[in-house]
């Protein structure tokens, strides 16, 4: 018989998970800058920067983004290419442009209140199920669990199961400590993240090895997918301290309005790169060459000058490659 099928909310067992896991969370939990309270404009703007972006790169945009819209009203005022040009670095642009749609509906359609329950949330632009359950319950306390890819792998382990889809929520639910929601959440999220990682889990460690059905990796997960190779071309046209950029269309479905190098056809001619780098975006690993190039070719493009760098939506590999030019 599934193990899921012998558990329920109020079982030993799983009261008894509860009871350990906390008791790790508040012992070993990291000093992350999102945890130090519930306000929930901070923890909305830091569960969206957490959407596929690593901690790391998270805290050290977390704080600049907040001090230039310290509040929804502000973020929702802010012109597009401002909180583009905040958000670089950070990836997957429209997670940014939803931010902003978002900030925009609580300003101006709910007089800057928030809702206060997952089903609320899920109302708003680029809100799905599992932020919405975050916020609600971290900033909240809305006992309503969360699945990410961390809890996933937890509750398969724990269960021994291949579990997915809506049985994977019910049994998150089954788990879930009603009256402390949120850290249960976080706590779940945590051991993931730090202990019950992908590959050689640290089961040793684990503060729920005793309950755990597999105690290691559960076989028969899914394989990773492997990564494509694709090589590309930019044009490097530098004018001094100007350099010469295109914008991305606003209605393109990846880094929309962004700016960026003007990308080529490898050059015909026997010339050697400025530069060479290695950019991976999501699937695909890109061998990325700029070519020196004496004036653009391009129309839709413009000049701009070293100090605008900083101030414009640039993409993550354009900003690489500026830095390289030491132009940002
Ligand atoms: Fe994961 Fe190992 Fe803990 Fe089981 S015992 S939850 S596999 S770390």
């Not at 969370?25 to 130090?36: F, G, Q, S, V």
């Not at 632009?125 to 306390?141: C, D, E, H, L, V």
């Not at 050697?272 to 991976?280: A, I, K």
Request: glycine share 6%; net charge positive; aromatic share 8%.
């Amino acid at each position: 018989m599934s193990a899921l099928r012998l558990l329920h909310s109020e079982s030993i067992a799983t009261l008894d998970f509860r009871r350990r896991l906390l008791a790790w969370y508040e012992a070993n939990a990291r000093d992350l800058p999102w945890r130090k309270d519930r306000d929930p404009y901070r923890v909305w703007v830091s569960e969206i920067m957490l959407q596929q972006t690593r901690v790391a790169a998270v805290i050290e945009h977390y704080h600049a983004f907040l001090r230039r819209f310290p509040t929804v009203n502000k973020l929702a005022a802010a012109r597009e290419d401002s909180v583009l040009a905040a958000w670089s670095g950070l990836g997957y642009y429209r997670r940014a442009h939803m931010l902003h749609a978002a900030a925009k509906v609580v300003a101006c359609e709910r007089g800057g209140k928030f809702p206060e329950n997952a089903e609320g949330w899920r109302q708003l632009p680029g809100i799905g199920r599992y932020t919405a359950a975050a916020i609600a319950s971290i900033a909240f306390r809305e006992p309503v669990a969360v699945v990410d890819g961390n809890v996933e792998r937890v509750l398969q382990r724990i269960c021994g199961e291949q579990i997915a889809g809506e049985p994977l929520w019910e049994s998150a639910e089954i788990f879930l400590d009603r009256e402390r929601a949120g850290d249960f959440n976080q706590a779940m999220m945590e051991l993931g993240a730090m202990v019950c990682t992908p590959r050689a889990p640290g089961c040793l460690t684990c503060p729920v090895l005793e309950l755990c059905l597999t105690r290691g990796e559960l076989l028969g997960g899914a394989k990773a997918v492997p990564q494509k190779k694709r090589e590309i071309h930019y044009a490097f046209a530098r004018r001094g301290d100007d350099v010469f950029l295109v914008q991305r269309a606003r209605d393109e479905s990846l880094m929309a309005a962004m700016w960026e190098l003007p990308e080529i056809s490898r050059p015909k001619r026997r010339t050697v790169p400025s530069f060479t780098l290695r950019h991976s975006i999501t699937v695909t690993d890109y061998s990325v060459r700029v070519w020196p190039v004496p004036a653009p070719e391009e129309s839709r493009g413009q000049w701009v000058a070293k100090e605008k760098l900083n101030r414009i939506a640039l993409t993550g590999l354009a900003r690489k490659i500026l830095r390289m030019a030491e132009l940002v």
